[in-house]
């Protein structure tokens, strides 16, 4: 397990955080995205991975974006930089998001994904996610279906403490 902290995005993360989207997606969000759900998306709760630093902010290694709706979590977006993949650095982003929340009475989590994405599958598959629909068409770029997943966050092994 990778040592990191994780903490709230902020407006001056967003250069890093632009470049590690630009490298994940085909259709990478715009600033603008990422600014909408820092500034006015209620429901949005936007998150980084960084290394242990003292001092100035190190450069983010990794970003986690979702919803809380109720006891839902949803995410919407997960992107660790190419250069530090491999490394378990999503793993322990979404790991411990997913403690935080349920902690905070979150009771579900949701997300899509590509089909074709076999390793964030099975991130996801690691913390208990399952298939649960298909979205006909959610990807605007190819036209590709997403695959809606979802996890009980109340039966998860994988979020127990080490």
């Known amino acids: 397990m990778p040592d990191l902290c994780i903490e709230p995005m902020r407006e001056e993360d967003l250069d890093d955080v632009l470049a590690i989207e630009k490298a994940s997606f085909p259709n990478p969000w715009s ?5 909408y759900e820092l500034r006015e998306n ?18 983010v290694l990794g970003y986690l974006c979702l919803w809380v709706v109720a006891d839902e979590v949803h995410v919407t977006n ?6 530090h993949r491999c490394q378990g650095i999503g793993r322990h982003l979404l790991g ?20 074709s994405n ?7 598959e690691g913390f208990g996610f399952q298939a649960v629909g298909v979205r006909k ?9 997403a695959l809606v997943m979802e996890a009980d966050l109340t039966r998860l092994a994988a979020l127990e403490g080490p």
Do not use: K, S
Not at 48 to 58: E, L, N
Not at 78 to 83: D, G, N, Q
Not at 118 to 123: F, G, T
């Open 118 to 124: 076999a390793e964030a599958r099975q991130l996801y």
């Open 78 to 83: 997960l992107a660790v930089h190419p250069a």
């Open 137 to 145: 068409g959610y990807y605007f770029d190819t036209g590709e279906d």
């Open 96 to 115: 411990e998001l997913l403690r935080r929340y349920r902690g905070r009475g979150a009771v579900r989590a949701a997300l899509e994904v590509r089909p």
């Open 31 to 35: 600033r603008h995205a990422f600014l």
């Open 42 to 59: 209620r429901v949005a709760a936007l998150w980084v991975a960084r290394p242990p630093v003292p001092g100035a902010p190190p450069p």
